[in-house]
Every structure is written in C-alpha cells, then in structure tokens.
C-alpha cells in the first residue's frame, strides 16, 4: 500500500492561496488520492479525492502530476478556519481498510 | 439528522476493566468505521463493517471487538483495558461500500486507562 510524505507544518497568510503538497511516489494504479482535514481534534472532514485528473469542488482543487506520483491541495482564499491538520491518503477504490492516515501537514492561517 | 453519534464522550477506565463505545448513524450508510488516535499523531484504522453483517480488521485490531449491530449501529469493546489503548476513539460511516470517499466521522470518545 502506497505511504505518503507531506510538510510537518506550513504557514498561510489570510486571503491567500493554500498549497499543501504530498508526494505518494509508490501509488500504484488503482490508487485514489484523498484529501481530510481535522480542526482543533474534532472528527476529520472530507475534503476532495481523485485518481488521475485534476478535480475541484466548492471547498478545494486537488492537482495531481501526471506520473501520480505528487499532488497538492489548493484552497484558493485561506480563512483563519482553515487552520486545521491536512491529511494526503492513499486507498485503492472499496479497499478503505488498507489505507492510513499519516501524520499529515498542519497548516496555520495567520491573519 | 444528527449524523454519527458517539458515546460516551469522555471515559476513565481502570487498567483492566471493560467498556463498550456506541456509535450510531442516521445517513442510511453501508459502511461504518472504528479509529483511534493517539496524542499529536494520525488516525489508524482498528475495524470496520463493509456492510450489515460484516466485520473486517483494520491495521491495528488487537484488543479490540467490533459488533455491526444494525445498518444504523457499530460498536467497539476492550475486554481487559490497557494503557496502551489510551487515545480518541473515532467512529465514521460512509455511503460508499469500503471506500474512503466522503467518510462522515463522530465527535470522537476520549479514553484515559489508569
């Protein structure tokens, strides 16, 4: 199973955009990229997922290069409730119970 | 809806007592999930139930029991508590079969083990 290695910390100003980057270089083509964060140890939040192409939705985009073997979240205007832990995950499609959360970016959004 | 409830919040146990943590969901969802997470680190993955009926180890399951009572409900037990298993106790479902997209979590169960 594909591990992930992501920042330990990064610094975002408010009202600019957020890139957290994640290299998953063993992925293996079956592999969906996953995106979580948790605010302030509440229950982690979905965010955005995907296998190949780039995808975007009300929250975020999510790049992903074209060997797979990176991608980076952007959330385009970072809010101070943004602040949060940011999780980049690994799981082949319907195989949830081999995937691993990681120890994931905590990205601080100062005003 | 409330989404997906745990009980109890909190919880002191003794090194050697037993406990069973609820969790229950009001999103009609297949699959539901067992975490737990240790101070300042990610989550793990203890059990999870593809489907009603069903019961499946995660990456960390020793100590663990797991019952899928209902489409609605999922339970977690320590037989013998240890204070190895002292964490946050996370529980989430999800629509998909066994899939991490858009997994719904509670608001987690802090356990301490004497």
């Known amino acids: 199973d594909a591990k992930t290695t992501q920042p330990t910390s990064m610094d975002c100003a408010e009202g600019r955009a957020a890139n957290l980057p994640c290299n998953h270089s063993?992925?293996?083509?079956?592999?969906?990229v996953y995106w979580y964060r948790q605010i302030h140890s509440q229950g982690p939040q979905y965010i955005i997922h995907?296998?190949?192409n780039n995808e975007t939705n009300e929250m975020a985009s999510l790049i992903i290069t074209e060997d797979r073997k990176s991608s980076t979240l952007i959330l385009p205007h970072a809010t101070l409730r943004d602040t949060a832990v940011y999780y980049c995950?690994?799981?082949?499609?319907?195989?949830?119970?081999?995937?691993?959360f990681g120890d994931g970016t905590t990205l601080t959004v100062k005003p | 809806n409330a989404g997906v409830t745990q009980t109890p919040k909190f919880q002191v146990l003794k090194t050697g007592q037993s406990m069973t943590l609820q969790c229950a969901q009001d999103?009609?969802?297949?699959?539901m999930y067992w975490y737990r997470q240790d101070p300042g680190m990610g989550l793990r993955l203890i059990y999870y139930s593809a489907s009603e009926g069903t019961t499946d180890k995660g990456e960390v399951p020793n100590g663990y029991n797991v019952s899928r009572l209902n489409k609605r409900e999922f339970s977690l037990r320590l037989e013998s508590a240890a204070p190895s298993q002292t964490s946050v106790y996370f529980c989430a479902s999800s629509e998909r079969w066994q899939s991490l997209y858009e997994q719904y979590f509670g608001p987690g169960t802090r356990l301490t083990v004497t």
């Open positions: 999103m009609n969802h297949n699959s």
């Open positions: 995907g296998l190949k």
């Open positions: 063993t992925i293996s083509g079956n592999e969906y």
């Open positions: 995950i690994v799981s082949p499609r319907g195989n949830a119970g081999k995937s691993t």
